[in-house]
């Protein structure tokens, strides 16, 4: 009974210093996030219990910042805190010129192919100096 009496506050004062440094500094409430880390630190039982009170933030809204999507779910690609197109306009015009330059790369990699394959068929059909001369490099 004496370890839960000197183990409970450990882990809560742990867990409300991780919660503390963990928290976005415009979301703590009523001092700066760096006055709420000392006082978990200095103050353990107290200042933890004041974290949970009166610092800790309001996770039910959440404001986003101005180039930030608002998703209900967070899958990889909508999650908070990623950049969003502000201008669907210039979004659509990006995107076009990552659509032509792909284009343009599969374009010059099927040439490239074609050119080896030219290439290969020219080596296949050159005869080989060695046979004509018996197959011993040097005489002609």
């Known amino acids: 009974m004496r370890v839960v009496l ?15 440094i963990g928290s976005r500094d415009d979301e703590v409430r009523n001092l700066s996030k760096v006055w709420w880390i000392v006082l978990v630190l200095f103050f353990p039982f107290v200042g933890s219990i004041a974290w949970l009170v ?42 076009k010129k990552v659509r032509e330059r792909a284009e343009e790369q599969r374009r010059r990699a099927r ?19 060695e046979a004509e001369s018996g197959g ?3 005489r002609a």
């Open 136 to 138: 011993e490099p040097g």
């Open 54 to 95: 009166a610092g800790r933030p309001q996770r039910a809204a959440r404001r986003h910042g101005p180039y930030e999507r608002s998703a209900g779910a967070y899958p990889e690609y909508d999650r908070p805190g990623r950049f969003a197109a502000a201008d669907p306009a210039a979004d659509e015009a990006f995107l």
């Open 6 to 20: 000197y183990l409970a506050p450990l882990v809560l004062a742990l867990y409300c210093l991780i919660d503390a």
């Open 111 to 129: 040439e490239q192919k074609a050119r080896e394959q030219q290439e290969g068929a020219r080596q296949e059909q050159r005869p080989d100096p």
